[in-house]
């Protein structure tokens, strides 16, 4: 099982980056997808996640507005669509799969990690 996150970088606050993170040697199909982030020093912490449709998604209050997940079944492949970015948004972001609702990803995490994407925001 392999999820390969990508489209970390360093941004002003305010900007945007997109996040992808391409998963195979899973059924992506029947995986709960989500994103979480872990800055320097903290604990890994839930971002956001999305049902295997694609149909129902959950958000940390921290990012609610500003972050969008997607994703695109046909191509094994999530994302995260952060905008309005802010400097607390500085973490190392990982991609994570788990058969569950995403409301108890949002709760215990991902069966299967990716290694991550550092995104940088400057003030």
């Known amino acids: 099982v392999q999820l390969q996150a990508s489209g970390g970088g360093v941004v002003q606050a305010g900007g945007s980056l997109r996040l992808s993170c391409a998963v195979s040697?899973?059924?992506?199909?029947?995986?709960?997808m989500g994103w979480f982030r872990q800055a320097p020093g903290k604990e890994r912490e839930f971002v956001a996640s999305?049902?295997?449709?694609?149909?129902?998604?959950y958000y940390a209050d921290s990012v609610k507005g500003r972050f969008t997940i997607s994703r695109d079944n046909a191509k094994n492949t999530v994302y995260l669509q952060m905008n309005s970015l802010k400097p607390e948004d500085t973490a190392v972001y990982y991609c994570?799969?788990?058969?569950?609702?995403?409301?108890?990803?949002?709760?215990?995490?991902?069966?299967?990690w990716g290694r991550g994407t550092q995104v940088t925001v400057s003030s």
């Open positions: 994570a799969a788990r058969r569950s609702s995403p409301q108890t990803m949002a709760l215990t995490g991902g069966n299967y």
């Open positions: 999305i049902n295997w449709s694609g149909h129902t998604t």
């Open positions: 040697g899973l059924p992506f199909g029947a995986n709960a």
